[in-house]
């Protein structure tokens, strides 16, 4: 079974990097964990066709608030609308590939893009400022147990937004 998120980092990550979990380079969570046994090219293919309509995405630094089922630390990303219209055509492709997410609060009509504050990491002093502009130039799909290691998190796909 795949493991995988799709986010957009603020920095610039190698194709292949590897993490451990809680020190993934900040990010905006673009779809979080989901599961599916469907296998990686079927769910990049599907990534690429939300978001290969859409340029970069500008948006600002929001509001400071919890996220989620496990009330995550995160900050509000601000944009125009197409952070979350792309989020819907991701959900809308996904669900053919029988795809369930692990926090069913974050996802289609509930979604709001976000940055997560990182714990105790030196990235951009581990968050993202209200009113800081961001400018999402590429989308990355995250396999969260490559190789069947949950204590990993590897990219596994990036491709830019023209």
Do not use: C, K, N, W
Request: hydrophobic content about 50%; aromatic content about 4%.
């Amino acid at each position: 079974m795949l493991r995988f998120a799709v986010v957009a980092f603020l920095d610039d990550v190698a194709l292949e990097a590897e993490f451990e979990p809680d020190e993934v380079p900040l990010h905006v969570s673009l779809l979080g964990a989901a599961s599916t046994e469907a296998d990686l090219d079927q769910v990049v293919s599907a990534v690429e066709a939300a978001y290969s309509s859409h340029g970069v995405f500008v948006a600002r630094g929001g509001d400071d608030e919890l996220v989620g089922a496990d009330e995550v630390e995160a900050t509000l990303v601000v944009d125009d609308g197409d952070l979350a219209d792309a989020h819907l055509a991701l959900v809308v492709d996904l669900r053919d590939l029988g795809v369930r997410v692990v926090d069913p609060s974050t996802v289609g009509r509930r979604y709001r893009p976000f940055v997560a504050v990182a714990a105790e990491s030196d990235d951009r002093a581990g968050r993202i400022e209200r009113g800081e502009r961001l400018e999402l130039r590429a989308v990355a799909v995250l396999d969260l147990a490559p190789d069947g290691d949950p204590d990993r998190v590897r990219v596994v796909d990036q491709f830019p937004l023209l």
